[in-house]
């Protein structure tokens, strides 16, 4: 057998082994979605869900498309911090189309790597356009982390809701924080990269330490900047924010008054549900986790009185989802559309 049949036959396989991954995460997400909506009650998760007031989801879209162009001027910032000239027009669009990417189409990092690509026309090497784009989503993490961490140790010193239920969400979100918090650390700390490398160099890999050292030359831009990368956080924290208030005003939509630390507590709970690789666009076990935290003891109780608590719940669950989904279809229009001279970075 040739070469390069050799190497047809291993793409192929590959190509095999991603349709039947993607294929598995599908059925996967429409088994959970599909078990939710029927224990719940179909036609009524749908009647709430059409009883919702435009107004407030017209709000909750604005706010989402809101958070698409501050999530941008985050990508932009950390853009800029490494010297690549890739103006705020164009990371909008290409940030914009990735979020399209990862919603409708197979896969979770397609969007990332249009991202990468883009950037990579205008940037020396693919390195900065992979670091910039790797640490945007971590920070991103690592801010949807912080806020819940906040929020449910609030909720749990004001007392009001079940502490054993809210102490394991504690203990959960505080892991979940502590391991962002040293990934930062790993990338960002001169002192523990210090010692890394000493490390790598006692194994004897050359490759591994030059490897390591690129590595370090790269995040170098963002060690050197510290108030920079502080006001990158802020900007994170507004993004994460915006997001969150996506669902209080479904809720509000939904005739749902309830405080607004419950979201805070929960929605970066849903999210980092997100990453698990069984969903597909986000939907499967975000919606399934959603449903089940709104109808902890004290959440939904006194704002559903009479009402089916189970029904609300999923609904709640459900339209943030909807809402998101119809705005990034705006990204849709820019990735058929393309890059166009003004989006182009200067040569």
């Known amino acids: 057998m040739s070469g390069r049949e050799a190497s047809g036959g291993n793409g192929a396989r590959r190509k095999h082994k991603k349709q039947a991954w993607f294929w598995l995460r599908l059925i996967a997400a429409v088994a959970v979605l599909y078990w939710v909506i029927e224990k719940n009650g179909r036609g009524l998760i749908l009647a709430t869900l059409l009883s919702a007031k435009a107004g407030w989801v017209l709000l909750g879209g604005l706010f989402f498309l809101l958070s698409v162009a501050a999530g941008a001027y985050q990508w932009y910032l950390l853009l800029r911090m490494q010297g690549i000239g890739f103006g705020y027009r164009a990371c909008f669009r290409t940030y914009y189309s ?20 883009e950037v990579k026309k205008g940037a020396d090497g693919w390195g900065k356009a992979v670091a910039s784009t790797f640490l945007d989503r971590l920070i991103g993490f690592f801010t949807l982390s912080l806020l819940s961490l906040v929020a449910v140790a609030a909720a749990l010193w004001q007392r009001t809701l079940d502490q054993a239920d809210f102490r394991h969400l504690l203990y959960a979100v505080g892991f979940v924080f502590a391991v962002f918090m040293l990934v930062l650390t790993l990338l960002l700390s001169r002192r ?39 006001w990158v956080i802020m900007v994170s924290c507004l993004v994460q924010i915006l997001r969150i208030d996506v669902h209080w005003f479904s809720a509000i939509g939904l005739g749902v008054h309830i405080s607004p630390v419950f979201f805070f507590c929960f929605i970066p709970v849903i999210a980092l549900a997100g990453v698990i690789p069984l969903n597909v666009g986000g939907w499967g076990i975000p919606q399934t986790i959603g449903t089940y935290l709104y109808t902890l003891p004290g959440v939904l109780d006194a704002a559903v009185a009479g009402g089916d608590i189970k029904v609300t719940a999923a609904a709640l669950a459900f339209l943030p989802s909807v809402i998101g989904l119809v705005v990034m279809l705006g990204g849709g229009f820019y990735f058929v559309k393309g890059r166009t001279a003004k989006d182009a970075p200067p040569p």
């Open 98 to 117: 990735g979020m399209f990417l990862n919603n409708f189409l197979p896969g979770t990092v397609g969007g990332d790597a249009l991202r990468v690509y």
């Open 192 to 230: 523990v990269a210090s010692l890394v490398h000493s490390l790598i160099h006692l194994t004897g890999m050359k490759w591994l330490e030059e490897a390591h050292a690129r590595l370090q030359d790269i995040l170098l831009a963002y060690r050197a900047r510290r108030l920079e990368m502080g």
